[in-house]
């Protein structure tokens, strides 16, 4: 059975760091690109990172320069690193996977970030 459960929500002050993490479960995570998605409340879900199985990472152009996405196959784990957080940045993270060359995807349940002074 296919699991993601992220990790390393909480609540930071403007200006600070968060790192997210995803672990998979159900061997497909070698098979697999990995990408970070966020909701915030009333707004639709958006893409925020992408890592390909060798490494290869795009990211949206609002969180270019401050988030990380990383990924360790031999750990079946992805992070997503986030700095310089701000207030926009709130929303609950979903970590996301899809099976290379199929249409099969699954979903973790959502990790809430809340950036607050």
């Known amino acids: 059975q296919v699991q993601l459960v992220e990790s390393g929500g909480g609540t930071v002050q403007p200006g600070g760091s968060l790192r997210l993490s995803c672990v998979v479960s159900g061997r497909i995570f070698g098979y697999s690109e990995m990408s970070w998605f966020r909701q915030a409340p009333g707004k639709q879900r958006d893409l925020v990172a992408h890592?390909?199985?060798?490494?290869?990472?795009d990211y949206a152009d609002s969180v270019k320069g401050r988030f990380t996405i990383s990924r360790d196959n031999a750990k079946d784990t992805v992070w997503l690193q986030m700095d310089s957080l701000r207030d926009e940045d709130t929303a609950t993270y979903y970590c996301?996977?899809?099976?290379?060359?199929?249409?099969?995807?699954?979903w973790g349940q959502g990790t809430q970030v809340t950036v607050s002074s």
């Open positions: 996301y996977a899809r099976l290379i060359g199929s249409n099969t995807e699954y």
């Open positions: 890592i390909l199985t060798g490494g290869v990472a």
